[in-house]
């Protein structure tokens, strides 16, 4: 069976869970859609200047540098982009793909998430060590355990076989969003994406202050919303 059936039969059989079943999922998915932008404003703020999710715009700042002679925007950037794909290897071992008789939270996406978890309390460790400030060299390995670990985050929410779920790479999602604004589609088909993107935003927002003006807290954000959704995650129906 390929990939992609295996992804169509996944997104059967969760579509038939109980909508409040799948509604929990929705929100534990926004809830790690908000770490994905405090971590990428973490990243860009304070990590040199790339994104750890947001692998095109790293990829259009490593075409940049290239342009312009910047080698270590190239090497920030670059970097980043090879944690990603590290980590959405790893991920996607522990994770698997979609199953015909998934529940609707496979265990094997807290697997993942677990491995996303380690390698963030390494990234804390590094960054409490080593402040008030960060070299540049611990700035670029703090932003590779960054990407990494969004790495296999990406890899654990394609487990649940579901088109268009994603809770890093969202610009699908916005157009997905504005097409449906555009047909007109009811609202309760048009929310999760809004709330999906809103919860990114916010996540920029609240993860911007916390490294411009609260920085030896800033990791708190990367670490509590991911214990959370592992918690939460833990007690439903498997």
């Not at 290897?89 to 491995?115: E, H, I």
């Not at 402040?131 to 703090?142: K, W, Y």
């Not at 929410?157 to 890093?168: D, E, K, N």
């Not at 994406?193 to 916010?202: E, G, H, P, R, S």
Request: charge should be positive; include cysteine.
């Amino acid at each position: 069976m390929s990939r992609t059936e295996q992804d169509v039969k996944g997104s059967r059989a969760t579509t038939t869970a109980p909508g409040n079943l799948l509604r929990r999922r929705h929100a534990l998915v926004v809830v790690l859609t908000f770490l994905t932008g405090s971590a990428d404003a973490v990243g860009f703020l304070s990590l040199g200047g790339a994104f750890s999710s947001v692998m095109t715009g790293n990829m259009v700042l490593l075409g940049l540098s290239a342009g312009r002679g910047e080698a270590e925007l190239a090497l920030t950037s670059g970097c980043a982009i090879l944690s990603f794909i590290v980590g959405v290897l790893a991920g996607a071992r522990l994770a698997g793909s979609a199953q015909p008789d998934d529940p609707v939270w496979p265990r094997q996406v807290n697997r993942a998430l677990t491995l996303e978890l380690l390698v963030f309390v390494v990234f804390v460790v590094v960054w409490e060590l080593n402040l008030p400030e960060h070299s540049e060299r611990v700035d670029l390995v703090l932003l590779m355990l960054s990407a990494a670990a969004l790495g296999v985050q990406s890899s654990a929410i394609q487990r649940f076989g579901v088109p268009g779920l994603s809770s890093t790479y969202l610009t699908g999602t916005l157009t997905s969003l504005i097409g449906g604004v555009a047909a007109r589609s009811p609202w309760h088909t048009l929310r999760p994406k809004a709330q999906v993107l809103l919860a990114l935003m916010a996540g920029a927002a609240v993860g911007a202050l916390a490294a411009l003006h609260l920085t030896a807290l800033a990791p708190a954000l990367l670490i509590v919303p991911l214990l959370l959704v592992i918690a939460v995650s833990a007690r439903l129906p498997r």
